[in-house]
């Protein structure tokens, strides 16, 4: 079993010492790594700037800082991967021109011109073979399921993993998270705050059982 993760922020650059990011740690994609890797599959993790190491031989990261850097790194990789899982929080938008040198300051506002980024889960979506299986992130603040549901479908994801801003101790930046697994077929599946690590084995045993029902 092959699987490709995503993971992380992406930082794009607005000069040599600048960029836009968020607050994104890594960590549930991380978690899906090891957890992905302990049930005897090989990873391919694509992270944006963190903190975090991998800790599974089997783990193989590759490090980019850009969504185009991102989107390259797991274009190469998804045609050999059996599951796609999109945990990065990518920069939706980028700067339309990136400045030589850093900018000077000067007047008392300054304007950037924003582009948008690539949609890394999208795209590589329209690429999807039946025997693939992908999964994407989606956080929501109002109308959460119906929000998730329409991103399942418009970025053709079989399963997505839902993090409520409402719930405390959920997503960016805790050890813990309280998701709801919406699929495809229409199943739903809520689960208690928990440590990363074991909402990762969560997912993990849920893809495993759409992929091999008889198992
Ligand atoms: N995603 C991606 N590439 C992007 C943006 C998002 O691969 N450029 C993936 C994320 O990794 C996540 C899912 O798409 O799995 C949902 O991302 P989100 O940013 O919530 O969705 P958007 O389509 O950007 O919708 P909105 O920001 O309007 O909520």
């Known amino acids: 079993m092959r699987v490709l993760i995503t993971a992380g922020p992406t930082y794009e650059p607005i ?4 960029f836009i990011g968020n607050h994104s740690t890594g960590k549930m994609g991380y978690a899906l790594a090891e957890a992905f890797a302990e049930t005897g599959a090989h990873v391919t993790l694509i992270s944006g700037p963190t903190q975090l190491t991998v800790q599974h031989a089997a783990i193989q990261k590759v490090e980019v800082e850009t969504a185009d850097q991102m989107f390259a790194a797991a274009t190469a990789a998804a045609p050999e991967a059996d599951i796609w899982v999109f945990a990065a929080a990518v920069a939706d938008y980028k ?3 990136v400045a030589e040198n850093k900018i000077k300051k000067a007047g008392d506002t300054l304007t950037l011109e924003l582009v948008k980024n690539v949609d890394i889960a999208a795209t590589l979506g329209r690429t999807k073979r039946p025997e693939q299986f992908s999964v994407g992130f989606a ?22 993993v839902l ?10 930046r805790h050890d813990t998270n309280k998701v709801t697994l919406l699929e495809a077929g229409g199943q739903m599946s ?7 690590a074991e909402v990762a084995r969560d997912i993990v045993r849920t893809v495993l059982a759409r992929l091999h029902p008889d198992a």
């Open 15 to 18: 000069d040599p010492v600048r």
């Open 163 to 172: 993090n409520s801003l409402r719930d405390n101790g959920a997503g960016f």
């Open 95 to 97: 700067p339309r021109h």
């Open 190 to 196: 809520i689960f208690e705050l928990k440590p990363k």
């Open 139 to 160: 956080l929501e603040t109002i109308n959460e399921e119906a929000h998730a549901r329409e991103k399942l479908e418009r970025k053709n994801f079989d399963l997505i």
